[in-house]
């Protein structure tokens, strides 16, 4: 029985976004909800051929299935692939072997792999967000908690942007070909990220909102720094950011972030910084 869902997401240019309407921009940058009761739901975008989604396994086991876009039998015949968990206590099976996640928890998968979803509980259901790479070697399964992630403190209460980040992949932890990812948690009172912000053209990346109460908002800052455009996001919604985009956000609440990248390569400072005085 086939329980995937899913997308084909065309790039877009730097022109053609500073001419888009709100809608138009929502219809091309922001994702449609990843998190569905006993689905999985999986958008192929041609940024880097990133695959961003989510899977919420319900009563029984889902199973992580190819699609077209990809071209291969199996998804992971050539890619490799991160599942974060978001909701509940759930399981990750890969190849066979099983891995328990707990909230905020993540999984990797090798090129290769076959993959399959669960929930511990029917009432506090998982939910894994999903990033898939291209790769080109197989790397061992791992399973790495928040705990065990390298965890780098910035910004203060008086600039309103105290917050933790958490960095799933470095060079002292699990292995990956082209997929970085990690975690930014604001503490309570600081609202804005990554300001000042940057670009890098080696890289997309993608954000995922969460912890957000049901009526807040996050602004999300995308475009060119000369010809900047904004989203209003709401909880558990994803935003793609491709090379050219600056990707910052300012929310009306605290709140945590994912933040994924795909590209040439795996350096976090592989960046060009923008001065809050230059964005326009």
Not at 6 to 22: G, L, Y
Not at 32 to 56: C, E, K
Not at 113 to 126: I, R, Y
Not at 131 to 152: E, F, M, T, Y
Request: net charge negative; charged share 20%.
């Amino acid at each position: 029985m086939n329980h995937t869902d899913f997308t084909n997401r065309f790039a877009i240019d730097p022109k053609t976004a500073a001419r888009c309407s709100t809608a138009e921009l929502r219809e091309n940058f922001l994702l449609p909800p990843l998190f569905v009761p006993g689905r999985i739901q999986l958008h192929y975008t041609n940024y880097d051929r990133m695959i961003v989604g989510g899977a919420m396994p319900m009563s029984g086991s889902l199973a992580l299935e190819t699609i077209k876009p990809a071209g291969t039998d199996t998804l992971l015949a050539r890619r490799e692939l991160i599942a974060v968990n978001i909701g509940g206590a759930g399981i990750v099976t890969i190849d066979g072997e099983e891995f328990r996640t707990g909230t905020r928890d993540m999984v990797y998968a090798g090129m290769g792999s076959t993959v399959a979803f669960q929930s511990v509980a029917l009432a506090q259901p998982a939910k894994f967000y999903l990033l898939s790479a291209p790769a080109h070697a197989h790397h061992p399964a791992k399973h790495i908690g928040i705990a065990d992630a390298k965890r780098i403190d910035l910004g203060a209460q008086a600039t309103s942007n105290q917050r933790s980040i958490f960095q799933f992949i470095h060079p002292e932890g699990a292995r990956t070909c082209q997929l970085v990812v990690g975690m930014t948690t604001l503490a309570a009172g600081s609202v804005w990220n990554t300001m000042p912000c940057h670009v890098h053209d080696r890289r997309m990346e993608v954000y995922l909102y969460f912890d957000l109460p049901e009526k807040a908002r996050v602004l999300h800052l995308m475009g060119e720094p000369e010809e900047t455009r904004h989203l209003i996001v709401k909880n558990e919604e994803a935003v793609l950011s491709p090379g050219w985009s600056i990707h910052a956000g300012a929310g009306t609440s605290s709140y945590t972030f994912i933040w994924a990248m795909a590209g040439d390569n795996i350096d976090y400072t592989d960046v060009d910084l923008v001065p809050i005085e230059d964005l326009k």
